[in-house]
């Protein structure tokens, strides 16, 4: 299997995939494009390097990225012909298993025998997908997130054949192209749709019981949970907010819910250990000293208070002005 990736082929070059290649060739990584014909990827070619042109216009990106990216970034007149020199392949057609098996029946067909093959599926388990792959060993989903040159965060999800040798491999290319990886089981919608899925589903429960407008609800997201989530995650957040309360809260939304919101064995057993988390020092992900959770809090009040001045200093969506 190929140790370092300089090379990469992009399969599907709309919106997400040409997102996908835009990001590594202005990171420096020498990308090929492919799509249904010649014609549509010069056209995605043409389109990637306009966009890039124009957030580099905005202020967007540093001056001479769009200049990379057309020194990096090239349209191949078929798939087989990206993928023939391409150390890392990244599949990024619709989200319909067969479309993707008849993708990667052909990229596995003409990619070299130490390729690396990824997709960008944000659903669909590697189990399903890898049959179309000849040597599975060397497959995985890398998931990047749309807007794909703004959002920073990878899901990196492999099978029971993927070798774990590759992955390394795939996490030194993110880390190169300014990202960040996690690595996660192989189940459907894996933990970002998982997670976004069950907010949405809950919030439109929340709507049709009438609790709330959906702009209210979007309010109180954006201004409040979702507020603190640039920087912390919900353990961290729970924390902070401190174990004990969550549990008692979580009986509360037991009572009135049922057992869907009854609260988690880990929480009720942690605080049942005496750990609360940075109120007394014992949390679920680790143990804080004094001066860590005065640090911890010196942070957390700059972050809040940056992010504060950035909403105001850009103003709200123009959907809401």
């Given at each position: ?18 997102g ?24 995605h070619?043409?389109?990637?390097l306009?966009?890039?042109a124009q ?10 990225t ?5 020194q ?14 391409a150390?890392?392949?990244e ?6 298993p067969?479309v993707?098996?008849?993708?990667l029946r ?13 997709s960008n ?5 590697v ?10 060993r ?11 040159p703004?959002?920073?965060g ?11 040798a ?12 300014g ?6 089981a192989?189940v ?9 899925f ?19 609800v979007?309010?109180?997201v ?27 809260s979580?009986?509360?939304f ?10 988690p064995?880990?929480?009720t ?5 005496g750990?609360?988390?940075?109120k ?21 009040s700059?972050?809040y208070?940056?992010?504060a ?12 002005r």
């Amino acid at each position: 299997m190929i140790e370092k990736i300089h090379t990469v082929a992009v399969i599907g070059a709309g919106y997400m995939g040409g997102g996908i290649a835009q990001a590594l060739a202005q990171a420096g990584f020498d990308v090929t494009i492919a799509d249904v014909s010649a014609e549509v990827a010069q056209e995605h070619l043409e389109r990637i390097l306009r966009e890039t042109a124009q957030a580099e216009a905005q202020g967007l990106f540093p001056d001479g990225t769009t200049g990379s990216v057309r020194q990096h970034l090239r349209a191949a007149s078929s798939i087989e012909e990206a993928v023939a020199d391409a150390d890392f392949v990244e599949e990024a057609v619709s989200e319909v298993p067969t479309v993707k098996h008849d993708v990667l029946r052909r990229i596995s067909g003409a990619a070299r025998p130490d390729a690396i093959i990824g997709s960008n599926t944000s659903t669909i388990p590697v189990a399903v997908m890898e049959e179309a792959v000849s040597d599975p060993r060397r497959f995985l989903t890398v998931h990047w997130s749309n807007p794909a040159p703004f959002i920073p965060g990878i899901e990196l999800v492999t099978g029971e054949r993927t070798d774990p040798a590759v992955v390394p491999v795939v996490q030194d290319m993110l880390t190169r192209a300014g990202r960040s990886s996690a690595l996660v089981a192989d189940v459907p919608g894996f933990v970002l749709n998982r997670l976004q899925f069950v907010l949405l589903k809950e919030a439109m429960t929340i709507v049709e019981e009438g609790v709330a407008t959906q702009e209210d609800v979007d309010t109180i997201v954006r201004s409040t949970f979702g507020f603190r989530l640039p920087f912390f995650g919900p353990f961290e957040i729970a924390e902070m907010a401190g174990l004990d309360v969550y549990a008692n809260s979580f009986e509360t939304f037991r009572e009135a819910f049922g057992e869907r919101l009854a609260p988690p064995v880990a929480l009720t057993d942690a605080v049942a250990a005496g750990r609360h988390g940075t109120k007394n020092g014992k949390g679920l992900l680790r143990d804080y000293t004094p001066q860590e959770v005065d640090d911890l809090v010196a942070y957390r009040s700059l972050a809040y208070s940056r992010m504060a001045a950035l909403l105001a200093e850009i103003g709200p969506a123009p959907t809401r002005r």
